[in-house]
T-cell receptor, first 109, second 113 residues
């Protein structure tokens, strides 16, 4: 089976850096995704890691350690518009993604 | 850009009604998915399809069925809606080759009274 854990809520200050962690136990591993979801909207793709290490994309970076079953999403220079839910999802065997319950990030002034 | 559309953003139905939720994608994707999203439970997979007329159960298929008669269209059917099926329903699609990235539609918020 699949089990994915991430914090329920986080609060950070505009301009700061925040790290959202995700741990997983899965049968089969074909990569880890991060999605962003604003309230009332569909999830949108942020990043994909299949090999260990850091993937950087502008203000957002994502890290993966397969041996530890661990990933994090790093958001730099936080903006108010980054207030959203961040979903960690693992591609296991077959076609499926298994999602964590999401981390609600609140960015404050 | 990939576009996934869903037939309704908001829907209100009565208990016992048959409900159809439609999803259409325009990128010739082989795989399509139906999820429901509930507070504290995250996204849970109901059914998915990897080809026309093919379907597989996800994690919570009870009370639902699906139909995929054309590649671009994937329908979710609630045979007899119940109040515990009040939820946000999200459709997604992805290509059958290459990455696992899924593209989501805007969602349908279904309320069953």
């Amino acid at each position: 089976g699949q089990n994915i854990d991430q914090p329920t809520e986080m609060t950070a200050t505009e301009g700061a850096i925040v790290q959202i962690n995700c741990t997983y136990q899965t049968s089969g591993f074909n990569g880890l995704f991060w999605y962003q979801q604003h309230a009332g909207e569909a999830p949108t793709f942020l990043s994909y890691n299949v090999l260990d290490g850091l993937e950087e994309k502008g203000r957002f970076s994502s890290f993966l350690s397969r041996s530890k079953g661990y990933s994090y999403l790093l958001l730099k220079e936080l903006q108010m518009k980054d207030s959203a839910s961040y979903l960690c999802a693992v591609a296991g065997g077959g076609n499926k993604l298994t999602f964590g319950t999401g981390t609600q990030l609140k960015v404050e002034l | 850009d990939v576009k996934v559309t869903q037939s309704s953003r908001y829907l209100v139905k009565r208990t016992g009604e048959k409900v159809f939720l439609e999803c259409v994608q325009d990128m010739d994707h082989e795989n399509m998915f139906w999820y429901r999203q509930d507070p504290g439970l995250g996204l849970r997979l109901i059914y998915f399809s990897y080809d026309v007329k093919m379907k597989e159960k996800g994690d919570i298929p009870e009370g639902y069925s699906v139909s995929r008669e054309k590649k671009e269209r994937f329908s979710l059917i609630l045979e007899s809606a119940s109040t515990n099926q009040t939820s946000m329903y999200l459709c997604a699609s992805r290509t059958g080759t290459g990455g696992y990235e899924q593209y989501f539609g805007p969602g349908t918020r279904l309320t069953v009274t």
